[in-house]
């Protein structure tokens, strides 16, 4: 009998990826790209959690749809400058001696978003509109990151559908095959040539990473921010994983002898990021009250009502709370 693990390989020879024609379709004049599907179906799973997990934490249901009509579109922005400016600046502006493509630069539907720079002006606009409602942003990128890093799983299935960012040439049975004729494809490599599916690798990363958030949270009741920073902690040990295995353009940055793809440093600078901030939020915050999902002042005033007519309620028998009776003419002052 032919053991498992070679009847397994036989099965699974290599991963095939998608033919051109699928990575986009028509309906009349509109072109869908399947890129998109993908980061659209993640952006609706990810506000799905964050409204689910606001509700849970008391936070106002209506918040929800007005923080990412903010943090979507600069998350969306920030990936893309991101991509343009840090991943290939020389294919877009046409540096040593290449040709400019600047008319690509907003076609995000093509592919090139970058996590990092989506992430940080994600949490701008969230910030910003945390503001204009009068909730605590650590409050909502608690409520969010789960569902954030979902979405960061569908995305990677928009790079597999335009067969880019995969890994370095591999003989393992669950190689990524890339069309020879693809702009991606490595040159000097020969047709057949399988590569490391870093997309599928990050994708399970990251739905492994939504499982341990959602645990840790549901043990240690998570407050203060404490899970973006793990969120943060997390992504970036994953990333810097992957950045050992990618081979798609990418500047290679020197620092004290050490020359790294600039991703990999900037996922080990969310790393350092990730460990202090948790470790700030757990040491010096956590034993804190919880200041609640509303900035100060920001209340609804009906808690601020209720809570005012709970301090004036008399006792069962009819006098006030001790701590509003005076004392007695003859005691002692204090």
């Known amino acids: 009998m032919m053991p498992l693990a070679v009847a397994g390989a036989n099965i699974l020879a290599s991963i095939p990826s998608p033919p051109s024609e699928f990575s986009k379709f028509s309906i009349g004049p509109l072109t869908i790209h399947a890129y998109a599907i993908c980061i659209m179906i993640g952006i609706i799973a990810a506000m799905w959690i964050a409204s689910r997990r606001w509700r849970a934490k008391g936070g106002p249901e209506d918040v929800v749809w007005d923080i990412c009509i903010w943090a979507i579109p600069f998350g969306i922005v920030g990936g893309r400058l991101y991509h343009v400016l840090v991943t290939d600046p020389e294919y877009y502006f046409g540096l040593q001696g290449q040709s400019a493509h600047l008319s690509e630069i907003p076609q995000i539907w093509a592919g090139g978003l970058g996590i990092m720079g989506a992430i940080s002006l994600g949490s701008l606009g969230a910030w910003i509109a945390c503001r204009r409602a009068g909730v605590r942003l650590s409050a909502f990128l608690d409520a969010a990151v789960p569902g954030v890093l979902l979405a960061q799983a569908f995305g990677r299935w928009g790079n597999w559908f335009n067969q880019e960012l995969f890994g370095k040439p591999t003989t393992l049975p ?31 990363w990251n739905v492994a990473g939504v499982f ?14 404490s899970l973006f920073w793990t969120y943060i902690l997390w992504y970036g040990i994953g990333r810097t994983i992957m950045e050992t295995m990618r081979i798609d353009a990418a500047d290679t940055i020197t620092i004290l002898g050490i020359g790294l793809r600039v991703h990999m ?5 969310m790393i350092i990021m990730g460990a202090i901030g948790l470790a700030f939020v757990l040491i010096r915050l956590r034993p804190l009250p919880d200041p609640g999902v509303y900035l100060k002042g920001r209340e609804p005033k009906a808690e601020v009502a209720a809570g005012t007519t709970e301090a004036e309620e008399p006792t069962k028998d009819g006098s006030k709370p001790a701590d509003e009776q005076k004392p007695p003419a003859d005691g002692p002052a204090s």
Do not use: C, H
């Open 174 to 204: 669950w190689g990524l095959e890339i069309d020879p004729n693809s702009y991606n494809f490595p040159p000097g490599l020969p047709a057949g040539t399988l590569f490391q599916p870093t997309f599928l690798y990050e994708f399970l």
């Open 212 to 225: 341990l958030l959602l645990a840790l949270d549901r043990k240690f009741k998570l407050r203060r921010a």
């Open 265 to 269: 440093w900037l996922a080990i600078v």
